[in-house]
Nanobody
Framework: QVQLVESGGGSVQAGGSLRLSCAVS????????MGWFRQAPGKERVGVAT????????????SYDDSVRGRFIISRDNAKNTVYLQMNSLTAEDRAMYYC????????????????????WGQGTQVTVSS
């Protein structure tokens, strides 16, 4: 059974950085489109970034929501079966519960706006940004 476990959330001041991790078990993460989503209190879950299956690194087949492009970086370490989200220049608007998601196919352009397209989800990790 595929399981995703997020970690790395916490509280940080505006302008600070955090790195979230998503450890994958029960599957080979490099076979999956991986995504990061977030949900702020009272709001819908929205896509932050996705990365295609395949090789590791930070630039191959990545997509970002406009709100985080240039500040967040999604990457994967296939040797560790883990996907990361490096978050820089955090603002109060980034405060949310962050979820890791996986689906056994290439990423689609619509994935950032269609959370239902993902098969597996983690339990989430909370990110709080204080101004």
């Amino acid at each position: 059974q595929v399981q995703l476990v997020e970690s790395g959330g916490g509280s940080v001041q505006a302008g600070g950085s955090l790195r979230l991790s998503c450890a994958v078990s029960g599957a080979i993460s490099s076979d999956y489109c991986m995504g990061w989503f977030r949900q702020a209190p009272g709001k819908e879950r929205v896509g932050v970034a996705t990365i295609h299956p395949g090789g590791g690194g930070t630039s191959y087949g990545t997509s970002y929501d406009d709100s985080v492009r240039g500040r967040f970086i999604i990457s994967r370490d296939n040797a560790k079966n883990t996907v990361y989200l490096q978050m820089n220049s955090l603002t109060a608007e980034d405060r949310a519960m962050y979820y890791c998601a996986a689906v056994n196919r290439f990423c689609w352009d619509i994935d950032l706006v269609l959370a239902a397209g993902f098969q597996y989800w983690g339990q989430g990790t909370q990110v709080t940004v204080s101004s």
